[in-house]
């Protein structure tokens, strides 16, 4: 157990709707990534989150965002769903101010979209 | 896309033995990580090599970092049934803000 969560555990939805996921961080992190991980492949950075503001972004569209509150913890939505964003994805916290390094993981929400 | 490429995709070994996975990214790093997920759960971090070190290692495992080359190995001595999961190399940009993963090794170790 790393001590980050995540919710909801599964989620279906259908395309076009919008969709919200939740982590809390592990205690005294605040540096939050989240990542997109498609069945058979390795996770992708979707973006990071250091006090309260983003500190990094991968390869994702605008309607992939992000906000991590006072406490830390973090929500990862996305608008107008597609077929693709069929993935498990995962949030990650780390202690070190903003630089990655080693990286807490939680256990994913996996998401499908019909 | 995906900076590190794993090599093999996927490792079938007997319980005892040796697993070596391989790794190689494209541009300039921070430091190299590995980690280890069980059946689409969430990731655990193994070890972190800095982009000024050779070798490292934990436990059973050793990590090897070659930046001239631009690759990274992994090493499991006496591999386990319990070691059966996906392997994964990840990259850390020099900003430090973020992580690029590789496709994985899924390796399966035969008790």
């Known amino acids: 157990e790393t001590g980050v969560t995540q919710s909801p555990t599964h989620l279906i939805k259908t395309r076009g709707q919008q969709v919200t996921l939740r982590c809390s961080s592990q205690s005294g992190h605040n540096t939050v990534s989240w990542y997109q991980q498609a069945l058979g492949q390795g996770p992708q950075f979707i973006f990071q989150?250091?006090?309260?503001?983003?500190?990094g972004r991968g390869n994702f569209p605008p309607r992939f965002s992000g906000l991590q509150f006072p406490n830390y913890s973090s929500e990862l939505n996305v608008n107008a769903l597609e077929l693709d964003d069929s993935a498990l994805y995962l949030c990650?916290?780390?202690?070190?101010?903003?630089?990655?390094?080693?990286?807490?993981f939680g256990p994913g929400t996996r998401l499908l979209v019909l | 896309s995906q900076q590190g490429e794993e090599d093999p995709q996927a490792l079938s070994i007997q319980e005892g033995e040796n697993a070596t996975m391989n790794c190689s990214y494209k541009?300039?790093?921070?430091?190299l990580q590995w980690y280890r997920q069980n059946s689409g759960r969430g990731l655990v971090h193994l070890i972190l090599i800095r982009s000024n070190e050779r070798e490292k290692h934990s436990g059973r495992l050793r990590v090897t970092l070659d930046t001239s080359k631009k690759s990274s190995s992994l090493l499991i001595t006496a591999s386990r049934a319990a070691d059966t999961a996906s392997y994964f190399c990840?990259?850390?940009?020099?900003?430090?803000?973020?992580?690029?993963f590789g496709g994985g090794t899924r390796l399966m170790v035969k008790p």
């Open positions: 990650a916290s780390s202690p070190t101010g903003g630089a990655i390094e080693t990286q807490y």
């Open positions: 990840a990259t850390e940009n020099n900003a430090g803000n973020m992580l690029t």
């Open positions: 541009t300039s790093i921070n430091n």
């Open positions: 989150y250091y006090r309260e503001e983003e500190n």
